[in-house]
């Protein structure tokens, strides 16, 4: 099913089918996740002639909003705990409905557009300012992960310092990876117990060259051993930190 997502609102809200409208059972309970955009929802086979979606919160007012709902009987069978779905590609794709909610970036999506070659000092990175903010990824609807992959900018011989935390609601949040103390460079596979997400947050803490974090691609779950290295062609050197304020404009402009 589709919530309606003209803008960067959030929804709560929990599902119950029923073949008489008085006895009901509640197939999936979302209300303590933030969700948007497309919904796909699985669950055990049961013959169904009704079904309510109830709203319990949206971020921005009091209402629920649904544009579309679709049923059907699917024979794909989806590895799932307690309801929630335990995904085995990557859920954090524009495909997927997740977005970019906080980072400054040339393009909105960078982070999450698959690309992990068109990149040079100019573009194709997310970042923050080192000690301000921070990247914060929203997937659809929650998922059981216990792993992510990430591409640091790795061009030049810089390193980098982080953490990364997970949240359901961006209130409370959990730390899966403290790289605070160790010097990181390009890919990074992060492994950690099976916990249930919607939004996370990747924070720099460190940089050998500047200022500022730089994020190129992020997934989850981790899909591959990352590539070998590839030749970048040589471009205008533009130091990142000082590109950042420009990135800002742009986007405060758009």
Known sequence: MLLWDKDNRSYSYYMEVSMDDIEWTRIVDYSKFLCRSWQDLYFPRRVVRYIRIVGTHNSQNKLFQLVVLEAMCSSVEKKSENGILVPEENVATIDNSACIVEGVSRDRNALINGDIVMYDWDSGYTCHQLGVGSIVVQLAQPYYLSSMRLLLWDIDNRSYSYYVEVSQDRETWTMVADKRKEECKSWQILQFDLIAVTFIKIVGTANTANEVFHCVHFECPSMEIPPPPTIKAE??????????????DENNES
């Not at 930190?241 to 990135?247: A, E, K, V, Y």
């Open 235 to 248: 471009t205008s050197k533009v130091e990142l930190g000082d590109s950042l304020q420009d990135i800002e």
